[in-house]
């Protein structure tokens, strides 16, 4: 790309060398046209560099699309690598070692816990494409929307963790009429988020209720928070928060990309707030609700 950026740039450079040149000797022929010479060499230069700088937009375009795929491949061989290699670990050691049940059935619990993980992280990745090539219909179906909470926020408690870090308020028996699956994967990205960017056992607090017609879900956490000029930019494809401490958290960079195009097929609408006294509180209202 490098070779062919000096080439292209080489080309415009001699075509301005050999337009300012033939402009010389047309004035030198015929003064008399000198205006008409520069007007029309004027328009020339205008387009050249009109066209040379969109296509320099067109290539810094590319170059950044090129790096968040290549970050987003490296993000999910590390999202890969790190569950199988837990895994592997709590296998290993039932295998080598003279558990007792209770023990046992813990680790194969949380390599359930691991599975569960990576199944995310596929889903993640084939909604998001179908998604944007139009091919997800999203099929509706009525279901109880607190029980798909409880069971999101029970797998996702973290294993080393002795506190109940996902603390939930949760309406009983509220039922809603959307895609049960894709709105399994917005409940999931939001709360696996809370949980990537709070500190070790910190408390994240879990909503569901309705309030004047509305049926509303929040996520609040207590870690690094979100910059105003980010808040909208984090629901982009592959986009990741720009600080180094998010950075250095895993993530692939498409949960709250499929958050907010589930959203918006379920007409609701999602905010970023800022919680006090750190963090962010991400709260999404569906307008639509019906009991």
């Not at 813990?106 to 179908?130: G, H, P, Q, W, Y």
Request: hydrophobic letters at 40%; aromatic letters at 10%; a positive charge.
């Amino acid at each position: 790309m490098h070779r062919s950026l000096i080439i292209f740039y080489g080309i415009i450079l001699y075509a301005l060398a050999e337009m300012f040149w033939w402009g010389v000797l047309l004035i030198q022929a015929r003064p008399e046209r000198e205006a008409m010479i520069l007007g029309e060499g004027a328009v020339f230069l205008l387009l050249i560099g009109t066209g040379a700088y969109l296509f320099h937009l067109t290539l810094k375009k590319e170059k950044k699309l090129h790096d968040q795929q290549k970050n987003f491949l490296l993000s999910v061989t590390h999202e890969l690598k790190s569950p199988l290699a837990s895994i592997k670990l709590y296998l290993q050691t039932i295998l080598k070692r003279n558990l007792d049940r209770a023990q046992t059935h813990a680790f194969l619990n949380n390599s359930l816990k691991d599975i569960e993980r990576l199944d995310d992280l596929v889903e993640n990745m084939l909604i998001a494409t179908r998604m944007e090539s139009r091919t997800y219909s999203f099929p509706k179906e009525r279901f109880n929307f607190t029980e798909l909470v409880e069971k999101v926020s029970e797998r996702l408690q973290i294993h080393n963790c002795s506190t109940q870090i996902i603390q939930t308020d949760l309406e009983p028996e509220i039922y809603f009429t959307g895609d049960k699956f894709a709105l399994t994967l917005v409940v999931s990205n939001l709360i696996e988020n809370a949980v990537k960017y709070s500190p070790p056992c910190e408390e994240i607090a879990v909503k569901l209720f309705e309030r004047e017609g509305s049926l509303f879900f929040e996520v609040a956490d207590k870690g690094v928070g979100i910059k105003d000029e980010e808040k909208l930019k984090i629901f982009q494809k592959f986009y990741r928060v720009g600080s180094e401490d998010t950075r250095k958290t895993k993530g692939t960079g498409l949960g709250l990309f499929i958050v907010r195009q589930v959203l918006r097929n379920h007409q609701a609408n999602i905010k970023v707030k800022n919680n006090k006294p750190t963090g962010s509180i991400f709260e999404v209202s569906f307008n639509n609700y019906v009991k």
